[in-house]
């Protein structure tokens, strides 16, 4: 019901954008988010958007060179990387929280993506 897609291999300091497309049901009464995971680390948190796309927030470690965004009425979601560095390189999942809010874990998401590598080059 969540597909994620857009990743690919940049090389540092380039820039993707990668959506996550819903099909069969509507999330635009909840928070989007997306997660990461890089190989033998834990899924972590990247950024998130509540529903209306108002409120959004960010990893301390993407601030500044990632950006989120959504489109309701498209049952879309977006994150925008920019300035890519190697150490962004994971696998980026989507998911849509239980409800309208912003939520950092990822026990708070009950709808997740089959995520989208990004690899980044130095």
């Known amino acids: 019901q969540l597909q994620a897609f857009g990743g690919g291999l940049v090389q540092a300091w380039g820039f993707l954008r990668l959506s996550c497309a819903a099909s069969?049901?509507?999330?635009?009464?909840?928070?989007m988010g997306w997660f990461r995971q890089a190989p033998g680390k834990e899924r972590e948190f990247v950024a998130v958007?509540?529903?209306?796309?108002?409120?959004?927030y960010y990893a301390d470690s993407v601030k500044g060179r990632f950006t989120i965004s959504r489109d309701n009425a498209r049952n879309t979601v977006y994150l925008q990387l920019n300035s890519l560095k190697p150490e962004d390189t994971a696998v980026y999942y989507c998911?849509?929280?239980?409800?309208?809010?912003?939520?950092?874990?990822?026990?708070?998401?009950?709808?997740w993506g089959q995520g989208t590598q990004v690899t980044v080059s130095s």
């Open positions: 069969g049901r509507t999330f635009s009464s909840r928070g």
């Open positions: 958007s509540n529903w209306s796309g108002g409120t959004t």
């Open positions: 998911a849509a929280s239980k409800d309208s809010g912003s939520y950092y874990s990822p026990s708070q998401y009950d709808y």
